[in-house]
């Protein structure tokens, strides 16, 4: 968020999180709103089953710019995989898309 708050301009972040995963586990993240399960890791990628408001899917993220999820107003993107077959999200919100 910027200095001078939300200027709710679509895309505009609202608010970002980072959260780290082990294989089967289940974050829970917005209140509830957004749920995201690691399912696979490889070496710059991972899979999750990602449940909102448009249902569930499966889905993939890779590192790197060009690797991000984007399930509106959220925008998924994997920061890096550990040797643990853990893996390290970040999950920003956006503004515009959601209420």
Same mark, same amino acid.
């Given at each position: 968020?910027?200095?001078?708050?939300?200027?709710?301009?679509?895309?505009?972040?609202?608010?970002?999180?980072?959260?780290?995963?082990?294989? #089967?586990?289940?974050?829970?993240?917005?209140? #509830?709103?957004?749920?995201?399960?690691?399912?696979?890791?490889?070496?710059?990628?991972?899979?999750?089953?990602?449940?909102?408001?448009?249902?569930?899917?499966?889905?993939?993220?890779?590192? #790197?710019?060009?690797?991000?999820?984007?399930?509106?107003?959220?925008?998924?993107?994997?920061?890096?995989?550990?040797?643990?077959?853990?893996?390290?999200?970040?999950?920003?919100?956006?503004? #515009?898309?959601?209420?």
């Amino acid at each position: 968020v910027s200095g001078d708050g939300i200027s709710n301009i679509p895309g505009e972040e609202i608010w970002k999180t980072e959260i780290e995963l082990q294989l #089967g586990e289940r974050a829970m993240v917005d209140d #509830g709103r957004l749920e995201v399960t690691l399912l696979r890791v490889g070496v710059d990628e991972a899979s999750l089953m990602v449940e909102g408001q448009s249902g569930a899917r499966e889905e993939s993220v890779r590192t #790197g710019p060009e690797g991000s999820l984007q399930i509106p107003p959220y925008e998924i993107r994997l920061l890096e995989v550990g040797i643990d077959d853990s893996a390290r999200l970040q999950i920003r919100r956006q503004w #515009g898309e959601y209420r």
